[in-house]
């Protein structure tokens, strides 16, 4: 009996030890507002100090991908961070940009998503960058006009009761 309970825990423990789980599959389709992206990267970032490997896929152009790790491996089961990088802009020979993808103003949705073992379909959905805060720029200003500070308040004297 023993003998039984024994092997029982070291099949228990090497079980823990080897992480032995399924690999997970990961696929889905990208959407911005509803319509399908075209083009880009999505990436699944895992949770820090997970011990994860970080895994990406080209989205295709009917709007579906499929990730893999750097070793064209599956992914382990666990939370994950979804990122977006648009396509690169091309440029022509004076480094103007001639194609700039439709998406560089959107990213993935802030949020972890489960990967669990076995297949997983999951969709990815973009949402537009926040704009950026506008700074006024020195430059702009016409020449002689300093940049004005509100004037501080004056202080007054009580005015006395009687």
Same mark, same amino acid.
């Given at each position: 009996?023993?003998?039984?309970?024994?092997?029982?825990?070291?099949?228990?423990?090497?079980?823990?030890? &080897?992480? &032995?789980?399924?690999?997970?599959?990961?696929?889905?389709?990208?959407?911005?507002?509803?319509?399908?992206?075209? #083009?880009?990267?999505?990436?699944?970032?895992?949770?820090?100090?997970?011990?994860?490997?970080?895994?990406?896929? #080209?989205?295709?152009?009917?709007?579906?991908?499929?990730?893999?790790?750097?070793?064209?491996?599956?992914?382990?089961?666990?939370?994950?961070?979804?990122?977006?990088?648009?396509?690169?802009?091309? #440029?022509?020979?004076?480094?103007?940009?001639?194609?700039?993808?439709?998406?560089?103003?959107?990213?993935?949705?802030?949020?972890?998503?489960?990967?669990?073992?076995?297949?997983?379909?999951?969709?990815?959905?973009?949402?537009?960058?926040?704009?950026?805060?506008?700074?006024?720029?020195?430059?702009?200003?016409?020449?002689?006009?300093?940049?004005?500070?509100?004037? #501080?308040?004056?202080?007054?004297?009580?005015?006395?009761?009687?």
């Amino acid at each position: 009996m023993s003998t039984k309970l024994f092997g029982i825990v070291a099949a228990t423990t090497l079980l823990m030890v &080897c992480g &032995c789980t399924k690999p997970s599959s990961v696929s889905g389709t990208v959407t911005a507002d509803g319509e399908k992206v075209t #083009e880009g990267l999505v990436l699944f970032q895992p949770e820090s100090n997970s011990g994860k490997k970080p895994a990406a896929g #080209e989205i295709q152009p009917d709007g579906t991908y499929e990730v893999r790790t750097a070793g064209n491996e599956l992914l382990s089961a666990g939370n994950y961070k979804v990122l977006f990088t648009p396509p690169d802009t091309l #440029e022509d020979e004076t480094g103007q940009a001639i194609v700039v993808s439709e998406w560089n103003s959107w990213q993935a949705e802030d949020k972890l998503v489960q990967v669990s073992e076995g297949q997983n379909k999951i969709a990815i959905k973009l949402e537009k960058k926040p704009e950026p805060p506008a700074e006024e720029d020195p430059a702009d200003q016409p020449a002689g006009e300093e940049t004005t500070q509100p004037a #501080e308040p004056e202080e007054t004297e009580p005015a006395e009761m009687e």
